[in-house]
């Protein structure tokens, strides 16, 4: 099977790094998911949503000039499941939702800072 921008393809995660996840394709190529492609909702920690071995499809995104195949997650996932496409949820649900996900983040950046020893306020 040849891998082509836009396949659909099963896969084996191969290795988890703090900026995604290595995955073993069916014709035995590797391929990458980045942290931004696992999933519709922001990822703190890529360990959360998978773990080495566990078998998952993904859809290539884009193959480098020097080979380097990027795979996405997410880009296969319901976007009912987006906050922003979520009918069923009230405006407060929402909201509730974008808020704890945006304190989140911001704690985040906050501890990033402090290991850096920035001046996190």
């Given amino acids: 099977m040849s891998i082509e921008v836009g396949t659909i393809v099963d896969g084996k995660v191969t290795g988890i ?3 995604g996840a290595f995955v073993e394709l069916e014709n035995g190529e590797t391929g990458l998911v ?3 492609e696992v999933a519709n909702t ?9 773990k080495e071995d ?3 499809k993904v859809k290539v995104i884009n193959i480098d ?5 990027g ?15 979520a009918p069923e949820m009230s ?5 509730d939702r974008f808020l704890k996900q945006s ?10 800072e402090a290991k850096k020893g920035g001046n996190s306020k």
Avoid: A, C
């Fill in 65 to 69: 000039d020097d080979g380097k195949i």
């Fill in 34 to 36: 980045h942290i931004s």
């Fill in 54 to 56: 566990d078998e998952v």
């Fill in 17 to 19: 790094t703090n900026f």
């Fill in 103 to 112: 304190s989140e983040r911001q704690q985040d950046l906050k501890n990033r």
């Fill in 71 to 85: 795979l996405s997650i997410k880009q296969l996932e319901d976007p009912g499941d987006r906050i922003d496409h």
């Fill in 91 to 95: 405006f407060e649900e929402k909201m």
């Fill in 42 to 50: 922001y990822v703190k920690d890529i360990s959360n949503f998978l």
